[in-house]
């Protein structure tokens, strides 16, 4: 009796519809299903949509339940410059291993290869998107993760292009191992929160390699920006974690490896600048934790607006800039300390490692190039090098206070 009692639940459990019923849905132009959109209608919630080889020309594509589509070799959805390729419109949903393509372009609508709005928990990888107005565009979305995709464009005009991966009002976001290039701005956050950019590879977009707004307590780490039109921006923001990352040859009349605009509580450690115009700029920034990075042949190293307070650069290494800092006030309200400068013409008497003397970065021939950017052509003359020389004996024009302590005697 007992027996039965058991075996007559299972029984009933094993025939009740929806269980156990997920199954794979194949899409060949030769098969019973012609068509993504086809595929989709026919299926159930947890089916798997497989794309066999082949150009799939279909635009604005709905997913609209939970779904995994794949694709095998040389599957490609092309909209044909017209609309969105595929708009997600559910949780759980997963796409990978697909060529997305050709979506239309737009001033009105932010058309995009892969549209994610109002979902959770889905996933995007191993997707090669190509000549798409915007790669891959999250709206209201969450706990979702974009990994190892290749993100490319020719946009020729920042008003003609989208994004490449762009974020709107989202929140636990991971973009993770993705190559992004030839777009407005490779990866855009707008009003993100508590999300992730790391491992990415942003290089040759018309404008940001990173745009990032209004995005509180979120990290980026372990990311290549390099020969953007200006590099990497974050503005309006607290609580950023910027770590381990390359700013490589950004440069123009504009550019900078990293330009920062009202972030306050934030920490920029363990990043290399090298080659860029400026390698970052900092306005109206404060409590900024500055520490461990390299800065290496830039122009300007830093550019440090007045309107900057309470932030510390300690344990940096200044290398063959051009300008090691430069700032728009006699005002110093920031500390240095503890950084080694090659420009360094101090010694260390005592052999303790920090020279004996304070360091000023900040050389009179700078605040001469703000105003009157042509003087740069005197970079090289004797002129100059008396100047400077006089400015650090009697400091009268550059900020007192703006001073090295302790710099090291050798690199960190």
């Known amino acids: ?27 060949s132009a030769e098969g ?29 594509v709905v997913i609209d339940k939970p779904l995994t589509l794949r694709g095998e070799s040389n599957a490609i959805i092309d909209a044909e410059g017209k609309g969105y390729v595929l ?17 239309g372009k737009s001033f009105i609508e932010d058309y995009a290869g892969i549209l994610v709005e109002k979902s959770r928990n889905c996933l995007i990888e191993n997707v090669k998107l190509v000549e798409n107005f915007f790669g891959i565009y999250l709206a209201e979305t969450t706990e979702s993760t974009i990994r190892n995709n290749s993100v490319t464009s020719s946009a020729e005009r920042e008003s003609s292009s989208g994004n490449g991966i762009h974020l709107w009002y989202s929140t636990q976001i991971t973009v993770e191992g ?29 404008r940001y390699g990173l745009h990032f707004m209004f995005s509180d307590s979120c990290r980026y780490s372990n990311n290549i920006f390099e020969n953007n039109g200006a590099g990497v921006a974050v503005m309006f923001t607290d609580r950023v974690e910027m770590t381990n990352n390359v700013f490589r040859d950004n440069w123009g009349s504009a550019a ?59 344990r940096n ?45 900040v050389r009179l021939f700078s605040l001469m190039v703000e105003k009157e950017p042509q003087t740069l052509v005197l970079l090289h003359s004797l002129l100059v090098k008396i100047l400077d020389m006089a400015e650090r004996l009697m400091p009268s024009l550059t900020p007192e206070t703006l001073v090295d302590s302790n710099p090291q005697m050798q690199m960190l």
């Not at 997963?94 to 997305?100: A, E, G, S, W």
């Not at 990866?187 to 992730?196: C, G, K, T």
């Not at 420009?343 to 303790?352: H, P, T, V």
Request: aromatic content about 10%; hydrophobic content about 35%.
């Open 1 to 27: 009796m007992r027996n039965t009692t058991c075996i007559i639940p299972l029984l009933l459990l094993l025939l009740l519809p929806g269980i156990n019923r997920a199954q794979e849905i194949v899409v």
């Open 32 to 60: 019973t299903v012609t068509t993504l959109s086809e595929a989709i209608s026919r299926a159930d919630s947890g089916d798997t949509i497989t794309l066999t080889p082949g150009i799939y020309r279909e635009r604005n």
């Open 87 to 103: 708009i997600v419109r559910a949780d759980n949903v997963t796409i990978r291993d697909l060529q997305v393509q050709n979506a």
């Open 178 to 206: 993705n190559t992004v290039a030839g777009h407005r701005d490779g990866i855009y956050f707008e009003f993100v929160e508590n999300s992730d950019i790391r491992n990415n590879q942003s290089r040759k977009n018309l």
């Open 256 to 314: 900078y490896g990293l330009l920062l605009k009202e972030i306050y509580d934030s920490r920029i450690e363990n990043n290399r600048f090298e080659n860029n115009s400026v390698g970052i700029y900092m306005e109206a920034c404060n409590r900024q934790q500055i520490t461990g990075n390299e800065f290496a042949n830039n122009g300007w190293a830093i550019k440090l607006m007045a309107n900057s307070m309470d932030n510390r650069f300690s």
């Open 317 to 361: 290494n200044f290398m063959g800039n051009t300008f090691e800092v430069a700032t728009n006030s006699r005002q110093n309200f920031n500390t240095f300390e503890n950084n080694y400068w090659s420009q360094y013409e101090g010694y260390d008497l005592d052999r303790d490692g920090i020279g004996d003397v304070p360091h000023r970065p």
